[in-house]
Nanobody, 125 residues
Framework: QVQLVESGGGLEQAGGSLRLACAASGRTFSNYVMGWFRQAPGKGRESVAASYWTGSNIYYADSVKGRFTISRDNTKNTVYLQMNSLKPEDTAVYYC??????????????????WGQGTQVTVSS
């Protein structure tokens, strides 16, 4: 059973930074994709960023390009999301997800196999 545990959320002022982490466990990971999604109150879940295990083919949503950076430590099966220049519209519950193998559209939530429980990010103006 794969488990994903997010951490690092919290309350931050606009213009500030937060770093989210997502640790995966439960199996040996290789050739997998990890992604970040978010869901704001009253809205659907949207993609934020994703990366292959090699660090190649990185995806960012237009709304976060230049502000957010996805990275990973494969020795720890952990993916990070560095969020800079935060805006109030970044307020959401942030989820990490993993696609273990096979074709994946990095931005498509339905292509992912397992999800974390989410961590709240609140950005005040």
């Amino acid at each position: 059973q794969v488990q994903l545990v997010e951490s690092g959320g919290g309350l931050e002022q606009a213009g500030g930074s937060l770093r989210l982490a997502c640790a995966a466990s439960g199996r040996t990971f290789s050739n997998y994709v990890m992604g970040w999604f978010r869901q704001a109150p009253g809205k659907g879940r949207e993609s934020v960023a994703a990366s292959y295990w090699t660090g190649s083919n990185i995806y960012y949503a237009d709304s976060v390009k230049g502000r957010f950076t996805i990275s990973r430590d494969n020795t720890k099966n952990t993916v990070y999301l560095q969020m800079n220049s935060l805006k109030p519209e970044d307020t959401a519950v942030y989820y990490c997800a993993v696609k273990l193998a096979g074709y994946v559209r990095l931005w498509e939530e339905h292509d992912y196999d397992y999800w974390g429980q989410g961590t709240q990010v609140t950005v005040s103006s």
